[in-house]
């Protein structure tokens, strides 16, 4: 790592001065994720430790559609920081792909891991490389095809100014 003292920063904790290094970073160790230029400061009094990366949701992202293109088996680590980064909790998950929340929990256990059946691997590889992280969804809506009866009623679609829209009237 390169040494750099030109910037003066004080530590939080007990106000001594910082060390600063810019250089690889480990992150997200399980998933063997490194950054490279990642600043980090240390305390010469206390010991005390700051990492500064930027834009973390950006680099979250760009880490889960890697994942999901990475070939192999998803890991244990991988499917639980892809489920997280999707915004699912593991019950939620769990009800989305039709398994139970234990069925989840063994595919994100670290001691006896249960390898993900290839279709539910798929689909979470695919909500990965496509879909943006449910920071606010409807669960009970995205479930009612589970409990509600087909409906007769032909989707109907009509011309707007951005291309196809779902069209109101009947």
């Not at 910037?7 to 994720?33: D, F, W």
């Not at 997280?84 to 929990?105: H, I, K, Q």
């Not at 979470?124 to 509600?148: F, G, K, M």
């Not at 032909?154 to 069209?167: I, M, T, V």
Request: aromatic share 6%; proline share 6%.
């Amino acid at each position: 790592m390169k040494r750099s003292t030109k910037q003066k920063i004080s530590c939080v904790e007990c106000g001594a001065p910082m060390t600063v290094r810019v250089g690889p970073h480990k992150y997200l160790e399980g998933i063997n994720v490194v950054l490279q230029g990642i600043e980090t400061r240390d305390c010469t009094e206390c010991g005390e430790q700051e990492v500064v990366i930027p834009k973390i949701e950006e680099l979250h992202r760009v880490i889960a559609r890697a994942i999901a293109k990475r070939p192999g088996n998803l890991t244990p680590r991988e499917i639980r920081f892809l489920r997280s980064w999707l915004g699912y909790s593991s019950a939620d998950f769990a009800r989305v792909l039709g398994v139970t929340p234990e069925t989840v929990s063994r595919w994100e256990s670290q001691r006896q891991p249960q390898q993900m059946a290839k279709p539910a691997e798929r689909l979470l590889r695919v909500l990965a490389r496509v879909a943006e992280p449910n920071r606010d969804y409807d669960l009970e809506s995205l479930l009612l095809s589970d409990t509600e009866k087909p409906s007769k009623s032909p989707l109907r679609f009509a011309q707007a100014k951005e291309g196809w829209a779902l069209s109101l009237a009947s």
